[in-house]
């Protein structure tokens, strides 16, 4: 027996509908893989390893942005104790390496920031929520060699390294729990 068009386009449209509705997408903010308790995160200033000026902050800011953005949490930047959960990060490295040099000008023109960094979200009980002990993030910047026109780059390669990891991170936690 032979399907008439409309039966066997319905039936296509009902499988493209059943494969869609799995897909994973949800609301801004609907972190539902949080537990339904969380409703307050503090995050406290990202400690530091490394000798490196200013990271730790940049990577909180970003980190503190990227969960407001993402969720329906009220975040604090204080660890007062009267958070549902808290989110510690520890920069254990950060390094700076050349990667090209400019034979003209005896000078490295462009380096790799990389930052090894360990998160751990824990509810106010103790009980670990979240932890990845070694995220590796890096962020590739260039160097002007004529010293009259010098510009420093590398903070600004430091604040969108800062921003990839907070949304990789902020999608970890929200996604994966």
């Not at 503190?64 to 959960?85: K, Q």
């Not at 989110?87 to 990667?99: A, D, F």
């Not at 998160?119 to 590739?140: A, I, M």
């Amino acid at each position: 027996m032979r399907t008439s068009f409309p039966a066997s386009c319905l039936a296509c449209c009902l499988l493209v509908g059943l494969v869609f509705t799995g897909c994973g997408y949800h609301s801004l903010g609907a972190a539902t893989h949080l537990p339904p308790d969380v409703h307050t995160l503090a995050i406290p200033q990202f400690a530091t390893r490394s000798e490196a000026y200013h990271t730790d902050t940049a990577m909180t800011q970003a980190v503190i942005r990227e969960f407001v953005a993402r969720t329906r949490l009220h975040v604090t930047p204080s660890d007062s104790g009267d958070s549902d959960a808290v989110l510690h990060g520890t920069i254990l490295e950060q390094t700076v390496t050349p990667l090209t040099y400019n034979t003209n000008t005896q000078q490295s023109s462009s380096f790799l920031i990389t930052l090894v960094v360990a998160v751990t979200l824990s509810s106010h009980d103790g009980r670990v929520l979240y932890q990845n002990k070694n995220y590796v993030f890096r962020q590739q910047y260039q160097s002007t060699t004529d010293l009259a026109t010098f510009i420093d780059e590398s903070p600004a390669a430091e604040e969108r390294l800062s921003r990839d990891f907070a949304r990789a991170l902020v999608a970890d936690v929200i996604e994966s729990l």
